[in-house]
């Protein structure tokens, strides 16, 4: 796989305050008893968060008590105007934020209950919140141009011809995925007991296979890593937010990575797929689709007729499509007739021939 030469926030953050980060006591502090996957978030998210503010852990710590101790606001809120700043910056980069904000929070909480910042007014505009855009394929296929690996070409490819959420994208696990084209599949979704039900398509194959070779993992092993280990949404959401921002789509209003979910829904509106078809193919409400087709192999085939007629309006690679030539051959088979029927029609006319 080929990696970025770009450095990661922890080599950054270690050559910026020449220090490691699991050796300030405050970090020492907020980690303690915490599990394994909740430590990891700490050391992807207080490096960014520390060089945002171009302070150390141990100093951020030191200041927030020192500012809760003065009267005055600009000071006892110095810390929550520069998360809130900070997490709207990255909300409007289309990067999952949950994650952090409870990493920021935990960070302070953990050192001491009265550190604790108020985040009560963080809230998005509505203006913002309410922006949706739909990429064109011409545009998606430019974000495929400009990624540096064929990981990069799978995320961007399962989010906008499967709809799956970043999110659901890091639960995935090597084998989980069908590795030929147009066979159904489901899979449970993170946040929810609600069902992706879909069909693979030749685009995400093909970057799956290449990928694997590549990836050189085992089944059950998860499905996308990067240099600072397993991806989760939010990193997901930052690599392909880079991938924008290099294809200087970052300045269309609403462009993000939740955006080429919104493009295969459109996709699928185009194609006038059922309703019901529909919100089982973007995980909403799976079930709907049995309370009309009955078994789940009808549903199943229902799905994959569904994703056969949408993938001519989101086929990024020229990948070929199988189809049924069976209407073709007959055809043929009828053209190849004609001279034979033409000479029984002939001897029918001249009376030599007697049909019964």
Sequence with gaps: MRVPQNKT???????????????????????????KSTIKNYNTYIPRFCLHLKTDPDQIIETRKQDIQNSEVKFNERYEREAISY????????????????????????????????LHKLKVDKENKNIKYSPSVDEVKKLIQHCDSVRNKLLITMIYQNGILPVDLANLKIGDYP????????????????????????????????????????????????????????????????????????????????CLRDGFNDALIDAR???????????????????????????????????HKVYPLIRLTDTTIEKDDSADKA????????????TVAKLYEKGQLILQ
Excluded at 13 to 27: G, I, M, P, Q
Excluded at 331 to 342: V, W
């Design 9 to 35: 926030y922890m080599s950054k953050f270690e050559e910026y305050f020449n220090k490691k980060l699991v050796d300030y006591t405050s970090f020492q502090r907020a980690t303690t008893g915490l599990h």
């Design 87 to 118: 997490i709207k910056t990255l909300e409007k980069q289309g990067i999952c934020v949950a994650p952090i904000i409870n990493v920021i929070q935990g960070f302070f909480t953990n050192n001491s209950r009265r550190l604790a910042l108020d």
């Design 179 to 258: 590795s030929k084209p147009w066979v159904y599949y489901k899979r449970k979704r993170s946040k929810s007991n609600k069902y992706w039900k879909s069909a693979s398509t030749p685009d995400i194959c093909k970057y799956m296979e290449e990928y694997l070779i590549l990836r050189k993992g085992q089944t059950g092993e998860p499905l996308f890593v990067g240099r600072e280990g397993v991806l989760t949404g939010s990193s997901i959401s930052e690599v392909l937010s880079n991938v924008i921002a290099c294809a200087k789509l970052d300045v269309v209003s609403g462009f993000s990575p939740k």
């Design 273 to 307: 797929v059922g309703h019901e078809v529909k919100e089982a193919l973007m995980g909403h409400n799976a079930d709907k689709i049995y309370h009309k087709y009955g078994s789940e192999s009808k549903a199943s085939g229902r799905l994959i007729e569904a994703m």
């Design 331 to 342: 055809l043929q088979r009828l053209i190849s007739i004609l001279p034979a029927l033409e």
